[in-house]
């Protein structure tokens, strides 16, 4: 049990769960196909309101993937940052909560591969545009907010004003890799800052994938369907 805050170093790893979660969906789940430059996060993100559903991966990325101790692959932190990571509480951590912590000190490609199930197909912002301009825009006002000038925490705006949001105008025909096959597809190749696309997988099911530009040269962009 959870005790203020504090995670009992006996505490089941929710990791085991997670995925076994991901598993009963009735719909395909698709993630971004293993190499050695990525390590899918065992703890994918889901959304449920009932008449729709999503499961999001996130991925750590290693530049440098022949060692993964190689301190190039870190990103820049903080002391504090730094010493929440490694030291270890008086009370102890489990072993997942530690090898889950560990990984902070990565890049990673946040919620990049997201799998979205409507059960109408037609319903407002159900499209594969849609779809993919909705998932670019939650990566941007979350991960680049201090390139695109937004305040350190989340506000209200008034959408005339977002000339940052990405719209459907910038979605275009495209192709990507899914099982070793190439796909018709749609993406967005306007941004600055990430680089998105989709795919149909069937009329309830959709498929986005939306990563920063500076990391598209150090993975392959392809997908493969979560095993079942």
Same mark, same amino acid.
């Not at 190499?35 to 530049?63: C, E, H, I, K």
């Not at 002391?79 to 902070?104: C, N």
């Not at 941007?140 to 000339?163: H, I, Q, S, W």
């Given at each position: 049990?959870?005790?203020?805050?504090?995670?009992?170093?006996?505490?089941?790893? /929710?990791?085991?769960?997670?995925?076994?979660?991901? !598993?009963?969906?009735?719909?395909?789940?698709?993630?971004?196909? #293993?190499? #050695?430059?990525?390590?899918?996060?065992?703890? /994918?993100?889901?959304?449920?309101?009932?008449?729709?559903?999503?499961?999001?991966? +996130?991925?750590?990325?290693?530049?440098?993937?022949?060692?993964?101790?190689? %301190?190039? $692959?870190?990103?820049?932190?903080?002391?504090?940052?730094?010493?929440?990571?490694?030291?270890?509480?008086?009370?102890?951590?489990? %072993?997942?909560?530690?090898?889950?912590?560990?990984?902070?000190?990565?890049?990673?490609?946040?919620?990049?591969? !997201?799998?979205?199930?409507?059960?109408?197909?037609?319903?407002?912002?159900?499209?594969?545009?849609?779809?993919?301009?909705?998932?670019? $825009?939650?990566?941007?006002? $979350?991960?680049?907010?201090?390139?695109?000038?937004?305040?350190?925490?989340?506000? +209200?705006?008034?959408?005339?004003?977002?000339?940052?949001?990405?719209?459907?105008?910038?979605?275009?025909?495209?192709?990507?890799?899914?099982?070793?096959?190439?796909?018709?597809?749609?993406?967005?190749?306007?941004?600055?800052?990430?680089?998105?696309?989709?795919?149909?997988?069937? #009329?309830?099911?959709?498929? +986005?994938?939306?990563?920063?530009?500076?990391?598209?040269?150090?993975?392959?962009?392809?997908? +493969?369907?979560?095993?079942?």
């Amino acid at each position: 049990m959870e005790y203020r805050g504090v995670v009992p170093s006996d505490a089941p790893d /929710p990791r085991i769960e997670a995925e076994a979660r991901v !598993r009963r969906l009735a719909f395909p789940v698709m993630q971004l196909e #293993p190499q #050695p430059s990525l390590t899918r996060l065992r703890m /994918p993100g889901f959304v449920d309101s009932g008449d729709s559903r999503a499961v999001s991966f +996130t991925y750590t990325l290693w530049r440098y993937p022949d060692d993964h101790s190689d %301190p190039r $692959n870190e990103i820049e932190l903080d002391d504090d940052t730094r010493r929440s990571i490694d030291e270890e509480p008086p009370w102890g951590r489990p %072993p997942w909560l530690v090898e889950q912590a560990q990984m902070f000190k990565y890049p990673m490609l946040w919620e990049a591969v !997201r799998t979205s199930w409507h059960a109408d197909p037609d319903a407002s912002r159900a499209s594969l545009p849609e779809q993919l301009v909705d998932h670019t $825009n939650h990566i941007l006002r $979350n991960r680049f907010r201090e390139d695109l000038g937004l305040p350190v925490a989340p506000v +209200t705006y008034d959408r005339d004003d977002e000339k940052w949001r990405a719209s459907v105008t910038a979605v275009a025909p495209a192709g990507v890799i899914v099982d070793g096959t190439e796909r018709s597809a749609l993406h967005i190749d306007t941004d600055p800052f990430v680089y998105a696309v989709g795919f149909v997988i069937d #009329p309830h099911v959709i498929c +986005t994938t939306v990563v920063a530009r500076d990391d598209l040269a150090f993975f392959r962009l392809a997908l +493969t369907t979560f095993p079942e």
